[in-house]
């Protein structure tokens, strides 16, 4: 089955900075790439996705990256603010199921 | 913005009994879904449901899970016997196209 590696597993950066999460992932039928924000205690949410026919997508500070050759996947935040604070998980999907990675905890210090 | 809901928020049961989780998905999605996140780890596939039925399930989900959806509103999760291990979060998910929306879950703690 899919596998899914995420790294780092903490991340630290200075507020305005940008921070930078990837992923790798094993089957190569995967075809659909979301990223989710999970804050403590709460439900994760879809902060950005992509679709293995795009090498790019952006969404204001939010941008993923797909290197299908590679299998690897990459979420990137620029201009950092407190509020991006939160565990981020990346995960590959074929049709159904959701294999999320082991997510990164993410911390903006002000 | 319509919204997946799930009830109850915590649940606290002792070793071998039976529990309920319920969802209500979103009200035009065709997909549902359970997965679970033990504290701390990583979320987990545990089944999908489409038509009436299991699509998918995954090693986790064992004999002693089940799924329903008992009127056209409704998604449970059954666990029959429940073990010390089951403690986690539960959280559904449903969806139309691609995009899965998940639930606030279900806090499952077993004594």
């Keep these: 089955g899919e596998n899914v590696e995420q790294h780092p597993s903490t991340l630290s950066v200075q507020e305005g900075d940008s921070a930078v999460i990837k992923c790798t992932y094993s089957d190569s039928a995967s075809n659909y790439f979301p990223w989710y924000k999970q804050e403590l205690g709460k439900r994760p949410q879809l902060i950005i996705d992509i679709r293995s026919n795009v090498g790019e997508k952006k969404d204001q500070r939010i941008a993923v990256t797909l290197n299908k050759t590679a299998k690897h996947f990459s979420l990137h935040i620029t201009e950092t603010q407190p509020e991006d604070s939160a565990v981020y998980f990346c995960a590959a999907s074929r049709n159904e199921k959701l294999t999320f990675g082991t997510g990164t905890r993410l911390t903006i210090i002000p | ?111």
């Design chain 2, 1 to 111: 913005e319509p919204e997946v809901t799930q009830t109850p928020s915590h649940q606290v049961t002792q070793m071998g009994q039976e529990v309920i989780l319920r969802c209500v998905p979103i009200s035009n999605h065709l997909y549902f879904y359970w997965y679970r996140q033990i504290l701390g780890q990583k979320v987990e596939f545990l089944v999908s449901f489409y038509n009436n039925e299991i699509s998918e399930k995954s090693e986790i989900f064992d004999d002693q899970f089940s799924v329903e959806r008992p009127d056209g509103s409704n998604f449970t999760l059954k666990i029959r016997s429940t073990k010390l291990e089951d403690s986690a979060m539960y959280f559904c998910a449903s969806k139309i196209q691609e995009t899965q929306y998940f639930g606030p879950g279900t806090r499952l703690l077993v004594l």
